[in-house]
C-alpha cells in the first residue's frame, strides 16, 4: 500500500461523498494506490451511513465506528492503527483540506522529510479564531524549538515509523511534529489552501486553546525532561534553597545591624535567622522538590523501555 488517508469525522454527512469524489481523483489521475479510512467519532448523523455506502462501491474504503465520541486524537490512532501505508497522511472532513495538495505532500516526502505539516496561510476563519492560533503557534515553536506556521493544521503526511513510535491520546494530535522532532526525525511544512467551509459548523471552540496551552506545557516537560525528571525538579529546589540561603544571610545581617555588632549578637542573630520563615520555607520547600524529584526518577526507571531512550536511523 503505496498512500494511506486518515479521515477522522463528527457530523459531516453532507461532506463525505464529495470529498471521496476528490480523493478518487487524485489517486487516479496521479496512479496512486490508496486506501481511505473514515474515523467516525460518535456522530449522531447520517454520518456512518454514507460511510457504509461508500465502502460497498468502493472496496478502497475502509470505516471505524467509535461508540460514542473519544476526541481527535483517539480517532487519529485507531486511523493511524488500521492503516497499511508507507506514507499515511491526514486531512478533515469538512472539505476545507483540499486533497489536490496530496501529490505536493508526497514529492515533499521524497526530499527526506519524515513530517510535512500544513500551513493554512489564508485562512477562512473569523479573527477571533486566527488570532489565537497564531499566538499559540508562536507559543509552540518558541517552547519547543519545533517552528511551524499551523501546527493546528489537520492536513500532515508521515512515514509509518514515526506513527509507530508515538502514542496518541488527549489532545496530543496537534503536537505530533514536536514529538517527532524530538525523536530526531525531520520536520517540514507546506502552504495548503484553505477553503471556505460548505456544510455544518466549526466542532472547536475558545476552550480548545486554554487545553492547548496545559497540553503545550506537559509536552514541554515530556520532550525536555521526560527521562529526567530530576533535572527540572531538583532544578527548581536547588533554586527555592538558594534564595532560602540569601534570605537567611540578609536577616542575619538586619538583625545584627539593629542589634549592634557583638559576638553574643552575632550568635543570637545567627539562631533567630535560622527559625525564620524566610529561611525554614524555601529550605523545606527545596527539599520537597528535590524528594519528587527522586521519586519521579524512580517510577521513570521501573517504567522505561531501553529503545525508547534513543532513535535508530540506519543500521548496517
Known amino acids: ?8 469525522l463528527y457530523n459531516e454527512a453532507e ?7 476528490e480523493i478518487c481523483g487524485v489517486a487516479e489521475k496521479n496512479n496512486y494506490n490508496v486506501e481511505i479510512i473514515f474515523i467516525d467519532d460518535g456522530s449522531t448523523d447520517q ?3 454514507i460511510i457504509e455506502k461508500i465502502s460497498a462501491n468502493d472496496s478502497r474504503v475502509r470505516g471505524i465506528q467509535f461508540r460514542r465520541n473519544f476526541g481527535k486524537a483517539a480517532a487519529l490512532q485507531a486511523g493511524f492503527k488500521a492503516a497499511q501505508g508507507d506514507f499515511i497522511l491526514t486531512l478533515d472532513a469538512d472539505l476545507q483540506d483540499d486533497p489536490k495538495e496530496i501529490p505536493d505532500f508526497l514529492r515533499l516526502m521524497e526530499t527526506g522529510l519524515d513530517v510535512v505539516s500544513g500551513w493554512k496561510q489564508r485562512r477562512h476563519d473569523p479573527w477571533h479564531k486566527v488570532f489565537p492560533s497564531r499566538v499559540f503557534n508562536g ?6 524549538g519545533v517552528k511551524l ?8 503526511c508521515y512515514r509509518r515509523e514515526v506513527l509507530d513510535e508515538i502514542a496518541l491520546y488527549g489532545e496530543r494530535h496537534r503536537f505530533i511534529p514536536v514529538l517527532a522532532a524530538a525523536r ?3 520536520v517540514g511544512e ?3 489552501a484553505h477553503r471556505a467551509r460548505q456544510f455544518g459548523q466549526s466542532k472547536y471552540g475558545f476552550t480548545r486553546f486554554a487545553k492547548g496551552f496545559l497540553d ?16 527540572f525538579l531538583g532544578t527548581i529546589g536547588l533554586t527555592i534553597i538558594a534564595l532560602g540561603i540569601v534570605g537567611y544571610c540578609l536577616q542575619v545581617i538586619g538583625l545584627m545591624l539593629g542589634l549592634g555588632i557583638t559576638v553574643a549578637n552575632i550568635f543570637v542573630a545567627c539562631v533567630a535567622g535560622l527559625f525564620s520563615p524566610y529561611f525554614l520555607v524555601p529550605i523545606l520547600l527545596g527539599v520537597l522538590f528535590i524528594a519528587l524529584g527522586f521519586v519521579a526518577e524512580l517510577f521513570v526507571s521501573k517504567t522505561i523501555q531501553a529503545d525508547t531512550c534513543y532513535a535508530v536511523r540506519k543500521e548496517r
Open 139 to 144: 507559543m509552540i515553536g518558541f517552547m519547543t
Open 47 to 49: 454520518s456512518w451511513n
Open 15 to 21: 461532506s463525505l461523498e464529495q470529498l471521496h469524489r
Open 184 to 186: 530526531g526525525y525531520k
Open 1 to 8: 500500500m503505496q498512500l494511506s488517508l486518515v479521515i477522522p
Open 190 to 192: 507546506k502552504v495548503v
Open 216 to 231: 503545550l506545557l506537559t509536552i514541554w516537560f515530556l520532550t525536555r525532561y521526560g527521562q529526567r525528571p530530576q533535572h
Open 149 to 156: 506556521h499551523d501546527h493546528n493544521c489537520g492536513m500532515k
